[in-house]
């Protein structure tokens, strides 16, 4: 059986302490937008430490919110 959760956009901003309303979300991308290549996302100067150390445990853990969180991060390059 499979346990894991799958999270929305919204549910990942709650978790970093971010407004989540569809406009704030778009509101959010738009003003960060752009980010180079290179960057990892948990690095963006945008972030609290605690919201940083969230994004980059739940990319190296491969963890149920990784989904999620690789789906900000390309609409952050776009």
Do not use: K, Y
């Not at 346990?3 to 309303?21: A, C, D, K, V, Y």
């Not at 290549?37 to 940083?52: E, G, K, R």
């Amino acid at each position: 059986m499979d346990t894991s959760t799958t999270h929305t956009m919204s549910s990942l901003f709650i978790q970093l302490g971010l407004p989540n309303s569809p406009e704030a979300i778009e509101s959010f991308v738009r003003e960060h937008q752009g980010l180079p290549p290179d960057m990892p996302l948990a690095q963006a100067d945008f972030w609290s430490p605690s919201q940083s150390a969230f994004l980059q445990e739940a990319i190296e853990s491969d963890s149920d919110w990784c989904e999620v969180v690789d789906e900000l991060n390309s609409l952050l390059r776009g």
